[in-house]
């Protein structure tokens, strides 16, 4: 049974910085490309950040690049998300989720076999 549980969100103040986790389980996480995808309250869920199965290779959504870096720990079956100069537009529940590589980058959601329950991020101005 596959599992992938988010952590690290919460409350922080603009300009502030958050680290997400994501803990996998029941896959052969190497393998695997992860995502960082974020849904806001009537929004679609959209990408912020992939990488795949080394790590060697990432793509990031505009809005992420230059403030957000995704990571790997492939030995922790792990995956990160540093979240720096954060913006209340950035408020959002946030899922990590995980794809068979198929086709690099996947950003859409139905390229992701295997999803999280979600952590709320909430940046205040």
């Known amino acids: 049974q596959v599992q992938l549980v988010e952590s690290g969100g919460g409350l922080v103040q603009a300009g502030g910085s958050l680290r997400l986790s994501c803990a996998a389980s029941g896959l052969a996480f190497r393998f695997y490309t992860m995502g960082w995808f974020r849904q806001a309250p009537g929004k679609e869920r959209q990408i912020i950040a992939v990488?795949?199965?080394?790590?060697?290779?990432?793509y990031y959504e505009d809005s992420a690049k230059g403030r957000f870096t995704v990571s790997r720990d492939n030995a922790k079956k792990t995956v990160y998300l540093r979240m720096n100069s954060l913006k209340p537009e950035d408020t959002a529940a946030y899922y990590c989720?995980?794809?068979?590589?198929?086709?690099?980058?996947?950003?859409?959601?139905?390229?992701?076999?295997?999803w999280g329950q979600g952590t709320q991020v909430t940046v205040s101005s």
């Open positions: 989720a995980a794809a068979v590589s198929r086709n690099w980058p996947e950003r859409t959601r139905d390229e992701f076999d295997y």
């Open positions: 990488i795949n199965g080394s790590g060697g290779s990432t």
